[in-house]
Nanobody, 124 residues
Framework: QVQLVESGGGLVQAGGSLRLSCAAS????????MGWFRQAPGKEREFVAF????????YYEDSVKGRFTISRDNAKNTVYLQMNSLKPEDTGVYYC?????????????????WGQGTQVTVSS
């Protein structure tokens, strides 16, 4: 059974930092592209970043480029999202997701498994 568990969310002031983690279990984590998405109240789930299985290729949504960094530790079956210079508009529930096919996309439909999410709140 695939399981993704996010952690590291919380309340932070604008300009601050948080590091999210997503621990995966159940199969060969290192073979799959992993993504982060977020969803603000009343809005659709939106893409944040993905990282390919090898960790060498990453892709970011424009509004987080230069502020967020996605990384992975395949030995620990964990993917991370380092978020710096946070803004109130970064507030939302952050989800990690797994792409088991290799679509390398930015749509939620490109991902097959999801975690339960972790809340990030940035105050102004």
């Amino acid at each position: 059974q695939v399981q993704l568990v996010e952690s590291g969310g919380g309340l932070v002031q604008a300009g601050g930092s948080l590091r999210l983690s997503c621990a995966a279990s159940g199969r060969t984590f290192s073979s799959y592209t992993m993504g982060w998405f977020r969803q603000a109240p009343g809005k659709e789930r939106e893409f944040v970043a993905f990282i390919k299985w090898s960790g060498g290729s990453t892709y970011y949504e424009d509004s987080v480029k230069g502020r967020f960094t996605i990384s992975r530790d395949n030995a620990k079956n964990t993917v991370y999202l380092q978020m710096n210079s946070l803004k109130p508009e970064d507030t939302g529930v952050y989800y990690c997701a797994e792409d088991r096919v290799g679509r390398h996309g930015s749509s939620p439909w490109d991902y097959d498994y999801w975690g339960q999410g972790t809340q990030v709140t940035v105050s102004s």
